[in-house]
RNA sequence: GCCCAGGUGGCGAAAUUGGUAGACGCACUUGCCUUAGGAGCAAGCGCCGUGAGGCAUGAAGGUUCAAGUCCUUUCCUGGGCACCA
């Protein structure tokens, strides 16, 4: 007899949850929990077994939370920009905006599935224009603060994905996407100045609550090195450069220094010698060669010499300054001062014959001869002693490092400097399915943002968006796209002219500097005056205001009009408020003075007008209306709008008419604001800028003024506890805490961190043991262990497998196991009543049950806690029967794991309320340990047995009771011990 | 090469942080029940040994009355970085 219907149980309260809005965030509590799992990617297969682990997890963790009373905001959304649904979308041939959106409602079915409690009305989808609009404000403000730049210096290009990337996005020099080796470009792209926080990246890891290792991958990645930086004259010419070294405790050994192949400074450093043309040449040479594709530093030593010397600081030695392949452009100055303790120095000069000088000894005499002969490269500084210079022979370098440093800095011959390996993050992809820029560029190529009020640049829909390859995103060929027309504003953004205005009517004017092949254009012609009427309507009783829609041209959002000859201003109101909205009774006409002034050719009088506008508060009698034309209806909707919004409409409509020509009340022959021609930038943001912030906006998920409004930012944030795969590390965990510093740094953050805790997730390899793949054809798709098994089941077991942070292999007969308990939980209920007591240590059990499931669920130890469960079961499953409150206790404390069943059981128990709106069950502090105790006994250390006595016995009673036990007599007999050491309650260990 | 994390039964793993190693689950063995069982129930289950006992936490040393846990050396496995001066 199987005891339960998991299919009936599952939908049944998976529905009813649904209906109560059970799951909605709580807003009633003073304490408050943000827990969130890294937003998936819904690709089109759909979810396997191992991904909803990290989210089960959460679940459990944010229903025992809610049970203890806080509000919770536990929310899913998607990050679906990207490269692999555009490529999806290509193989497929379905545009990636269908494919997402089929891929999401498939992933959220799935999620919904396994009875995760995520309030839905907060998903965030980084797709979403309305989302995405916010990701291009955030950029924007990035850009207007100078952290974004435009930069043309070569970049990782991957030739197959036909794309630029970040160094974070390669895996040992190769695409982490498709595994090709990239190449280096020289690439227009944007890039943000992430290496400006680098020092705040690194140290802030202390606060943080995270795993040891995560925190390693990223300090590892920052890289900070802290060194030396010289400044040497150049020999000859009145120019100086700079060095970098971290190793500098060998100083008085350089003899030569080497230079980037693509260093800037190179062609104006030879400009005087005469085989410049050679040099440069060469350094052309490698540059190329360790720009293609799959270079391997270690393998290759090129160089040339430049004819230069240096002057080194230090010994005043000239130090022959060479081009060479190991040197890189973009860490430290570029060049180095180069010696025998060095590697590469080393083998550098070995290959060109150039001078070595050692002041370093080894410690280690059977190297000593090898080293002193310049057979091989010395380069150990702890096991060494210096020989040079005089002030620290006989030292050893690794000891004195510091002293060193001190000294050279204090003669004045280089500073202390920082450098690190973290780059400047290349925000640009060549690709359509990502946020496009908001910004534009003039004929001259500068660019402007994109004014706010022009948010969401949305991202065109397209029959063709396959990469171009030539550097160029595929956005490059959306002519209609690129191309808009508009102006600069005041704070330097660009605003477009509708298109409807520049179709029907501006375009031709407004293109004023280009005449020709436009030819309604009419400058020459008279400008006429006109008088205009534009009406705010009022609701007679209600402080709510009409506003109409237009479909086609001009004044969208007021109702306008002309001024006849002979008519006053309000007169002009009436007739044209009776006429194009029907409006019967008018109570009352108030006119303000111009608010607007605009000049435009008018497509159907065929005349250049000059238009006055004043602002007309019509308010309404009654809201009688006579039916109007269908004419008038086909081109305008009437819209009650409330009094914020009027007055954001007014802004707007003084906004749009800026593009018209008014200066000081005339109308002048130049423009003062310039309408003309702009290109829209065609690069695509990265796949990481949605999830650099999607957590906050989940907080407030459709506001329309803000990314996030401050006060409620206040109270959720930072994140509680953050769960995610450990590849994130060194990609999306940077990206975002940088996101978060810098909108902290201007205010409009609470925190300067934004994850507080975060745990990462082992995998779920296949039964097989290696990772599920459709490649090994080894993956368990989570529809059918439900159907089976449901979703109680699949969530229990993948809590129970292992630890939560280790990857373990799937097995179905252990599930299965974890399937029987749950039966026996059911069944354990027909044992049920509310009359009947249980032993003492049934009692202390059940106690430190309810201790360890909720010590364990904070710590994500719930393999633990759920066997701990189990052991509460198979003790109670011997007892003739169960008082009801242990089993309601029971059932409240599987319900996180379990939340169907526990609903169903809780139901049974005769509760109408939720269980998961119950309140978790309090251990009895006096009620965790038993009064007896067992006592080991050791004799010389080793165990000879146990016997049982009351907790807290004194030692010299202990001891007599030890010396009872017939292992006692056994093994020390007679003999006096020679010492005896007794732990209180635990052991008692006879040493003899 | 450098930096992390980790090595415990046939398997997934526990171990109050130095105090009874192997909880809990899987698999397996035996028995009961059953027409049957890939169901249920009961018992057993680290290795050697009939037994007393001995040996066991990758390996080797050390500290300690006592080590899976601390120290030293070393070997594997997984992950990250690898031209970063």
């Not at 963790?61 to 290509?90: C, I, N, T, W």
């Not at 802030?204 to 991958?217: A, Q, R, S, T």
């Not at 303790?341 to 000593?368: M, Q, T, W």
């Not at 007309?616 to 914020?644: F, G, H, P, T, Y």
């Amino acid at each position: 007899m199987i005891p339960y219907n998991h299919k009936d149980i599952e939908k049944k309260w998976q529905k009813k949850w649904e209906e109560e809005g059970l799951n909605k965030t709580g807003e009633s509590s003073d304490k408050k929990f943000y827990i969130l799992d890294m937003f998936p990617y819904p690709s089109g297969e759909g979810l396997h077994v191992g991904h909803p682990k990290g989210y089960i997890a959460t679940d459990v963790y944010s229903r025992m939370k809610r049970m203890q009373g806080y509000d919770v905001l536990h929310p899913m959304g998607f990050d679906a920009f990207g490269l692999p649904a555009e490529q999806y979308a290509l193989k497929n041939k379905v545009n990636p905006n269908v494919s997402t959106a089929k891929n999401v409602a498939r992933y959220k079915e799935q999620l919904k599935m396994l009875g995760l409690n995520y309030d839905w009305d907060r998903e965030v989808n980084t797709t979403d224009p309305k989302f995405y609009k916010w990701t291009q404000w955030m950029w924007k403000q990035m850009y207007k603060s100078g952290l974004a730049y435009e930069s043309y210096d070569p970049i990782n290009w991957c030739p197959s994905c036909k794309t630029g990337l970040a160094n974070e996005d390669l895996e040992n020099g190769k695409c982490e996407r498709c595994g090709s080796d990239v190449e280096k470009k020289p690439l227009r792209q944007w890039t943000i100045r992430i290496t400006d926080y680098a020092d705040r990246l690194l140290a802030d890891l202390d606060k943080l609550d995270w795993e040891p290792h995560i925190k390693e991958l990223q300090r590892n990645w920052i890289g900070r090195n802290y060194g030396l930086k010289y400044k040497l004259k150049v020999k000859g010419v009145d120019m100086y450069v700079e060095t970098y070294s971290t190793h500098y405790e060998a100083f008085c050994a350089d003899t030569f220094a080497v230079i980037a192949a693509d260093h800037k400074l190179l062609p104006e450093l030879i400009s005087n010698i005469t085989n410049k043309e050679e040099i440069l040449l060469k350094a052309k040479e490698i540059s190329v060669l360790r720009n293609s594709a799959g270079f391997k530093a270690d393998e290759i030593v090129e160089g040339i010499f430049t004819g230069i010397y240096l002057e080194d600081p230090i010994t005043k030695k000239d130090l022959p300054l060479w081009v060479s392949s190991y040197a890189l452009a973009d860490y430290g100055t570029g060049i180095i001062k180069c010696s025998a303790h060095d590697e590469r120095d080393f083998a550098f000069a070995k290959k060109y014959g150039i001078g070595l000088h050692l002041v370093l000894l080894p410690d280690d005499s059977s190297i000593r001869e090898k080293v002193s002969t310049h057979e091989v490269c010395f380069s150990d500084f702890a096991h060494s002693t210096l020989i040079e210079p005089e002030i620290f022979k006989g030292k050893k370098p690794h000891d004195i490092r510091e002293e060193i440093a001190d000294y050279i800095a204090q003669k004045g011959w280089a500073v202390k400097s920082t450098q690190y390996k973290l780059k400047d993050w290349v925000f640009a992809r060549q690709r359509y399915w990502g946020e496009p820029f908001p910004i534009v560029f003039d004929e001259n190529h500068k660019s402007y943002a994109v004014a706010d009020s022009e948010l969401p640049v949305v991202l065109p829909m397209v029959d063709e968006y396959e990469p171009t390859g030539t550097g160029e995103s595929p956005l490059a060929n959306i002519k209609d796209w690129i191309e808009v027309y508009g102006y600069i504003n005041d704070d330097g953004e660009f605003v477009s002219v509708p298109s409807t205005v520049a179709e029907k009517v501006s375009v031709q004017f407004l293109d004023i500097n280009d005449d020709g092949g436009h030819d309604s254009y009419q400058s020459k012609k008279e400008v006429k005056e006109r008088n205009n009427v534009a009406c705010i309507i009022k609701h007679p009783t209600e402080d709510k205001y009409l506003i109409s829609k237009w479909k086609t041209v001009t004044w969208n959002g007021f109702v306008t009009g002309g001024i006849e000859d002979g008519e006053t201003a309000e007169d002009a109101a009436r007739k044209e408020v009776l006429e194009e909205t029907g409006f019967t009774s008018i109570k009352n006409v108030e006119v303000k003075d111009f608010f607007s002034h605009s000049l435009f050719y008018h497509p159907v009088k065929q005349e250049n007008r000059f238009a006055h506008y004043h602002l007309v508060i019509v308010e309404l009698a009654s809201l009688d209306r006579e039916k109007i034309s269908d004419e008038e209806q086909a081109i305008c909707d009437l819209v009650w709008v409330n009094k914020e919004e009027v007055e954001s409409l007014l802004t707007r409509f003084d906004m749009r008419s800026l593009w018209q020509f008014y200066v000081h009340g005339k109308v002048t022959e130049e423009p003062k604001r310039k309408v003309q021609k702009f290109k829209r930038e065609t690069n695509t943001m990265p796949q990481w800028a949605g999830s650099s912030w999607y957590y906050l906006r989940y907080i407030d998920p459709h506001n329309e003024n803000a990314f996030v409004d401050k006060a409620k930012e206040h109270k959720w944030s930072p994140v509680d506890f953050y769960v995610g795969g450990a590849e994130h590390a060194t990609r999306h965990l940077i990206y975002a805490r940088f996101w978060h510093k810098f909108f902290f740094d201007l205010g409009l953050l609470s925190y300067d961190e934004p994850f507080t805790k975060l745990q990462t997730v082992g995998l779920i390899m296949a039964e097989d043991g290696r990772k599920m793949s459709k490649r090994w054809g080894n993956i368990v798709n989570p529809d059918d262990v439900v159907e089976k098994y449901g979703a109680d089941t699949l969530r229990l077991y993948e809590m129970f497998m292992g630890p939560f942070d280790q990857s373990v292999a799937w097995s179905t007969s252990s599930m299965a196991g974890v399937n029987r308990f749950i039966e026996r939980f059911f069944k354990l209920k027909e044992k049920v009543n509310n009359d009947v007591e249980v032993g003492q240590d049934i009692e202390i059990l059940f106690n430190q049950t309810i201790k360890k499931v909720g010590d364990d669920i904070l710590e994500f130890k719930f393999n633990t806690a759920i066997s701990q469960m189990m052991i509460l079961l198979n003790t109670l499953e011997k007892e003739e029967s169960v008082p009801l409150r242990m089993y309601k206790g029971f059932v409240q404390l599987l319900a996180p794991f379990a939340p169907h069943v526990g609903e169903e059981l809780w139901k049974e128990l005769g509760q109408d309320t939720s269980v998961h709106l119950s309140e978790w069950p309090q251990f009895d502090e006096t009620k965790l340990a038993s009064d007896t105790v067992t006592i080991a006994l050791q004799i010389g250390g080793k165990m000879r047995g146990t016997f049982v006595t009351q907790r807290g016995l004194e030692d010299d009673e202990v001891l007599n009771l030890a010396k009872e036990h017939e292992q006692y007599k056994k093994f020390v007999g007679g003999a006096v011990p020679k010492k005896t050491i007794i732990i209180k309650d635990k052991l008692v260990n006879i040493v003899i």
